[in-house]
């Protein structure tokens, strides 16, 4: 059984940056996707960015150039740096990991970006 645990949300003025963390820990393949998703009030869940464990990323459009995902995977830990954030960047951002055809998705953390 695989569990994430988050952190790093918080609130932060438009402009300003965040770190968020992803630790996973239990049975993991060293062949995986890593993911942060997020949800923002009255609106489905999003793809934000995701990485292989070969490194490969890909990012949603509204993101790109602002967020990077990075991974260790000797830690098996997901990052998101977050940089010029904005309003519109407010939700609850999810992990997950897709791992010997399982996704596992974290507790979610809040971020708030205050104009």
């Known amino acids: 059984q695989v569990q994430l645990v988050e952190s790093g949300g918080g609130l932060v003025q438009a402009g300003g940056s965040l770190r968020l963390s992803c630790a996973a820990s239990?049975?993991?393949?060293?062949?995986?996707?890593m993911g942060w998703f997020r949800q923002a009030p009255g609106k489905q869940r999003e793809l934000v960015a995701r990485?292989?464990?070969?490194?490969?990323?890909n990012y949603a459009d509204s993101v790109k150039g602002r967020f990077t995902i990075s991974r260790d995977n000797a830690k098996n830990t997901v990052y998101l740096q977050m940089n010029s954030l904005k309003p519109e960047d407010t939700a609850v951002y999810y992990c997950?990991?897709?791992?010997?055809?399982?996704?596992?998705w974290g507790q979610g953390t809040q971020v708030t970006v205050s104009s």
């Open positions: 990485i292989t464990s070969a490194g490969s990323t």
């Open positions: 239990g049975s993991i393949s060293s062949i995986s996707i």
């Open positions: 997950n990991i897709q791992s010997f055809g399982k996704i596992t």
